[in-house]
């Protein structure tokens, strides 16, 4: 079949490279000059199928009031004037709830297992090579309350068949003595060995390299503009080229929406209207003065809701959500906030490690932001949609690069009329826990 695949984030490329496995004739297109240029450009780095836990949860709408007025608060709702982005907040506040958060936290484990043994065979195969460090993840709380939070957590994620051990600081710092200098200001922490790290653009950029080397086609700068239905399917998709300014109208089998936060919008002109928001976040890439002293275990520092995660030379920060539109700029006054406030939390927990100093400083650190495609619940959009030959597979919010290889791996197992064999819902299908539990899938 001939399968067209909008995006080439990390989902779409790894959908590309999963239907080339099954044999299907691919072509993927992006605005962009090449692939993971957006979302999936500098994460955090982690892929974190153990520490898995949705945004939504019993606690986060006190939080989420408490922190409306603080700049650098790790969850930021700034109100617009967009129905998409209240309605999107109403449906999230549905989610706080314990029985809602247990069942995201299933379907993100089970997809999360998945996604872990689809990345290893994928890099089996290809051999890419991205800074993976097969460390595990730290969590290190601060504050003592939210640390024995930390151990009722661990005992639901067991529930899940999830391995997170509860560390006494000596305990964590026997894991990861980078900490040592900050010892004093941690209460204890958890530690997931399974856990990895590696650089999601990398990666991606490779990995499209290696689907090109078997034949799919990138049309890269080209803006998706429409999709054309006929007879209540696509029945073409209209691609303008950005340098000629030329349109086309490109035709396939079946069409993969795979454009992260801007699936949205663009499932919505053709009446697929799907609960997926921005949620800008920011990293910053310290160069390493004293590699030596670096940390090789990726941690979350739990106080101000951070992940570092070290990619060869260098650290990668990165956190905070903000939920306020498309908007990318790193120059405004709560940016700035949020760029320094990765800057001096890295300073305080590793100090004199990386080169922390502002450019006006004469230091070289690269800020970024980026749009997780958000859900309420944090679980993607994976599956058909009611559009003839139109598919989605978008909405992967904060651990996008964590279900990036299972989820291109499971669209093309469905495209191909397969089902994956996990307890996850896909999206235009019937649940499919129940058939797991029955022994029919
Ligand atoms: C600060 C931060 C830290 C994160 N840390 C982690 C982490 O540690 N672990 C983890 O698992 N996840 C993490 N994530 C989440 C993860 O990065 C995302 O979920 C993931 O990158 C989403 O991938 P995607 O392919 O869906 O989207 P994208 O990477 O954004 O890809 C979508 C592609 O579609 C293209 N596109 C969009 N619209 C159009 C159009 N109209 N025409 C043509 N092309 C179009 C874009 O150019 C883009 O290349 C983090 C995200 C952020 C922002």
């Known amino acids: 079949m001939k ?37 999936s450009f500098a994460n955090a780095a982690q892929i974190s199928v153990s520490y898995c836990e949705p945004w939504a949860n019993r606690q986060a709408p006190v939080k989420l009031l408490k922190w409306m007025f603080r700049k650098d608060a790790p969850l930021l709702f700034r109100p617009q004037p967009d129905w998409q982005q209240w309605r999107w ?11 809602a958060f ?38 290190y709380y601060s504050d003592p309350a939210s640390f024995e939070e930390a151990a009722k957590g661990a005992e639901l994620m067991r529930k899940f068949g999830v391995q997170r051990k509860v560390l006494s600081r000596d305990e964590l710092l026997a894991v990861e003595p980078a900490f040592r200098s900050f010892a004093d200001r941690i209460a204890g922490g958890t530690y997931t060995p399974t856990d990895e790290t590696g650089d999601a653009q990398v990666f991606t ?129 709560v940016a700035r906030a949020r760029c320094r406030m990765l800057a001096e939390r890295i300073e305080q927990v590793l100090p004199g490690v ?17 749009l997780r495609p958000a859900t309420p619940t944090n679980i993607p959009y994976i599956g058909r949609t009611r559009v003839g030959r139109l598919w989605v597979n978008a909405g992967h919010g904060t651990l996008g690069w964590t279900h990036g290889a299972g989820s291109g791996k499971a669209m093309a197992q469905l495209i191909s009329g397969q089902r994956p064999g ?20």
């Open 3 to 39: 399968v067209l695949v909008l995006g080439a984030g990390i989902i779409g490329t790894s959908t590309a490279w999963h239907l080339l496995e099954r044999g299907h004739e691919v072509t993927v297109v992006d605005r962009q000059a090449s692939a993971a240029q957006e979302a």
């Open 89 to 99: 907040g109403l449906q999230f506040l549905a989610q706080c709830n314990d029985s």
């Open 102 to 139: 247990e069942r995201n936290v299933q379907q993100l484990v089970a997809l999360g297992a998945y996604s872990h043994a689809s990345l290893d065979e994928m890099v089996r195969a290809t051999g890419i090579e991205y800074h993976r460090l097969q460390c595990g993840i730290a969590h």
């Open 205 to 333: 950029e490779q990995l499209a390299a290696r689907c090109a080397a078997r034949g799919a086609q990138f049309l890269f700068g080209h803006d998706v503009e429409r999709l054309d239905l006929a007879g209540g399917a696509v029945a073409a998709v209209a691609v303008r080229d950005r340098a000629s300014g030329t349109v086309r109208r490109l035709k396939a089998d079946q069409v993969v929406v795979a454009c992260g936060s801007y699936s949205a919008p663009l499932l919505r002109t053709v009446g697929v209207d799907l609960p997926i928001y921005p949620g800008k976040g920011y990293s910053a890439t310290f160069k390493l003065k004293r590699p030596e002293l670096a940390p090789r275990v990726s941690a979350i520092d739990d106080a101000v809701k951070v992940a570092m995660s070290r990619l060869g030379d260098e650290l990668r920060v990165a956190g905070t959500i903000e939920l306020a539109g498309f908007d990318l700029s790193l120059d405004t006054p």
């Open 354 to 370: 990386c080169d922390t100093r502002m450019a006006e400083d004469g230091g070289n650190p690269r800020f970024w932001a980026g």
């Open 422 to 441: 996990i307890a996850f819902d896909f999206y235009g299908f019937e649940p499919q826990r129940e058939q797991l539990a029955t022994g029919l899938a």
